[in-house]
């Protein structure tokens, strides 16, 4: 299940799609860019004709965005999911690691490729964290074999890594990343890991794992347009790695599910450095505007966003059913997250939209709360 049901959300409640503020899908609300509409609008008439499918122009502005020295490290694709579904298809492992909870496309692709899925539990609260990504790999996939235990992953599985995190929104350093996918890529295991959110983040440089695929020659970063740049009608996503690896993964594949738009969009929106800086700027803003609401009051627990969306876990006298269901009366659609693994009906994922938005949810949400119990 995904959050961004908005046809499903209309239809249920009689609302249009107009008047639902859409909270559940974790998409930048200040785009599409300008710069990203022009250009689809300027490509429109491009459809006549079939997509580029070297995905050159894309490629170009990418490299040149995340300073990528060669073009050939890169592959790109319609949409993040694309991206990891392409690489699991060619390196088709027995066993695909994910940390949970976790978005569901992991699992989903793992499936496809007949590997079965490792469960590594994730701490969900940064307050109650002591072990990191490798400890906790390292205690619920040992190295020596533990009857009851799942086996270390050996070269030729996957394992997935998403920074910042969905949907607790928790960031990683980089330091702790690499601390991971050092021990495995030397191992030969495929590390996945998926940078999807970095964009959000202005200290993204720094975090991002894209300079050590070069000679960690099994590590796959996976970045996605869809989000940064509001585009979920279209879709963009790529994807980094070894270029002999990325020949392996293009080889058999489909290069034409990139479509034209999306291709236009991407290339505009990543070289538009002031929406990136706009973003960067309602980010703070909103983020701190979510710690002094969401984050102080007494009967909420907040992971404090790393990215543009937040986990918030309702006490448990909260009847959430009620909350939830008096909030779509008004409009206002959150994410619940019973069917994240290790997450249960108490705890709601909210998007982080414009001021006014997030404002109307918090004084509705809030509202809820203080009514007698
Ligand atoms: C962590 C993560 N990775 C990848 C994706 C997929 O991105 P795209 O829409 O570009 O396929 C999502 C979408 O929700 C996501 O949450």
């Given at each position: 299940m995904h959050g961004g049901r908005i046809y499903e959300y209309s239809k249920r409640t009689g609302m249009s799609t107009e008047d639902i503020l859409d909270f559940s899908a974790n998409i930048n609300?200040?785009?599409?860019p300008q710069s990203a509409m022009a250009a689809i609008v300027a490509a429109?008439?491009?459809?006549?004709h079939y997509p580029d499918t070297r995905h050159a122009a894309a490629k170009e502005v990418v490299c040149a965005r995340f300073e990528?020295?060669?073009?050939?490290?890169v592959f790109c694709g319609n949409g993040a999911s694309e991206v990891i579904d392409l690489t699991l298809r060619r390196v088709q492992p027995k066993r695909v690691y994910v940390f949970e909870p976790a978005f569901s496309e992991y699992e989903a692709a793992a499936h496809r490729v007949g590997a079965r899925v490792v469960h590594i539990p994730l701490e969900i609260f940064a307050s109650q964290r002591h072990l990191s990504l490798r400890d906790a790999l390292a205690a619920a996939a040992p190295q020596r074999n533990i009857p009851g235990n799942a086996p270390a992953p050996k070269a030729g599985d996957v394992v997935v890594v998403n920074n910042p995190h969905n949907p607790t929104g928790r960031c990683f350093m980089r330091a702790e990343v690499l601390e991971l996918a050092e021990e495995l890529c030397a191992r030969g295991v495929v590390v996945l890991?998926?940078?999807?959110?970095?964009?959000?983040?202005?200290d993204g440089g720094e975090l991002t794992v894209i300079p050590w695929v070069f000679q960690m020659r099994t590590l796959v970063v996976v970045r996605s347009a869809t989000k940064m740049y509001a585009i979920p009608g279209l879709r963009f996503g790529f994807g980094v790695a070894h270029p002999d690896l990325v020949a392996r993964i293009e080889e058999h594949r489909d290069f034409w599910s990139v479509n034209h738009l999306a291709q236009a969009a991407a290339t505009a929106g990543y070289q538009d450095e002031a929406f990136v800086q706009q973003t960067h700027q309602w980010i703070a803003r909103e983020t701190a505007y979510v710690q002094r609401t969401w984050g102080a009051h007494p009967r909420l627990q907040l992971e404090p966003p790393g990215a543009n969306y937040f986990l918030v876990k309702l006490d448990s006298g909260i009847d959430v059913e009620s909350v939830v269901s008096g909030l779509e009366h008004q409009g206002l659609f959150v994410r619940r997250c019973d069917d994240f693994r290790g997450l249960g009906s108490h705890h709601l994922r909210i998007a982080i939209r414009r001021h006014a938005d997030n404002e109307r949810l918090w004084l509705s949400f809030s509202d809820f709360l203080n009514r007698p119990l």
């Amino acid at each position: 299940m995904h959050g961004g049901r908005i046809y499903e959300y209309s239809k249920r409640t009689g609302m249009s799609t107009e008047d639902i503020l859409d909270f559940s899908a974790n998409i930048n609300p200040l785009g599409p860019p300008q710069s990203a509409m022009a250009a689809i609008v300027a490509a429109l008439n491009g459809i006549r004709h079939y997509p580029d499918t070297r995905h050159a122009a894309a490629k170009e502005v990418v490299c040149a965005r995340f300073e990528i020295p060669d073009s050939r490290a890169v592959f790109c694709g319609n949409g993040a999911s694309e991206v990891i579904d392409l690489t699991l298809r060619r390196v088709q492992p027995k066993r695909v690691y994910v940390f949970e909870p976790a978005f569901s496309e992991y699992e989903a692709a793992a499936h496809r490729v007949g590997a079965r899925v490792v469960h590594i539990p994730l701490e969900i609260f940064a307050s109650q964290r002591h072990l990191s990504l490798r400890d906790a790999l390292a205690a619920a996939a040992p190295q020596r074999n533990i009857p009851g235990n799942a086996p270390a992953p050996k070269a030729g599985d996957v394992v997935v890594v998403n920074n910042p995190h969905n949907p607790t929104g928790r960031c990683f350093m980089r330091a702790e990343v690499l601390e991971l996918a050092e021990e495995l890529c030397a191992r030969g295991v495929v590390v996945l890991a998926d940078e999807s959110f970095l964009d959000f983040r202005a200290d993204g440089g720094e975090l991002t794992v894209i300079p050590w695929v070069f000679q960690m020659r099994t590590l796959v970063v996976v970045r996605s347009a869809t989000k940064m740049y509001a585009i979920p009608g279209l879709r963009f996503g790529f994807g980094v790695a070894h270029p002999d690896l990325v020949a392996r993964i293009e080889e058999h594949r489909d290069f034409w599910s990139v479509n034209h738009l999306a291709q236009a969009a991407a290339t505009a929106g990543y070289q538009d450095e002031a929406f990136v800086q706009q973003t960067h700027q309602w980010i703070a803003r909103e983020t701190a505007y979510v710690q002094r609401t969401w984050g102080a009051h007494p009967r909420l627990q907040l992971e404090p966003p790393g990215a543009n969306y937040f986990l918030v876990k309702l006490d448990s006298g909260i009847d959430v059913e009620s909350v939830v269901s008096g909030l779509e009366h008004q409009g206002l659609f959150v994410r619940r997250c019973d069917d994240f693994r290790g997450l249960g009906s108490h705890h709601l994922r909210i998007a982080i939209r414009r001021h006014a938005d997030n404002e109307r949810l918090w004084l509705s949400f809030s509202d809820f709360l203080n009514r007698p119990l």
